[in-house]
């Protein structure tokens, strides 16, 4: 069954181009996603999701180690399968 990884997490305004420079440096050529929701939330923190597609699952602990420092909230990882 194929596997993919979704991880997500808030960044403040401030850390965002720091945090943005530690996960392309992290993620290195492996073909993981980064989104943003479009807007900031109330506090001023954007939500970023991380997409992992299946055979690069493993990447997610060393780009959680860079991206630390940089976080305003708890990392969620949510794994999905694909249907059909």
């Known amino acids: 069954m ?3 990884l979704y991880v997500y997490y808030r960044v403040a305004t401030e850390h965002v181009d720091a945090a943005l420079i530690a996960f392309r440096k992290a993620r290195v050529e492996a073909p993981i996603e ?3 929701r479009p807007e900031p939330d109330a506090e001023g923190h954007w939500t970023w999701m991380e997409i992992y597609p299946e055979g690069w699952t ?6 959680a180690v860079a ?11 949510e794994r999905f399968e694909m249907l059909g």
């Open 67 to 77: 991206m630390a420092q940089w976080l305003a909230s708890e990392r969620k990882v």
């Open 2 to 4: 194929s596997v993919q």
């Open 58 to 63: 493993h990447r997610e602990p060393q780009v």
């Open 34 to 36: 980064l989104l943003q």
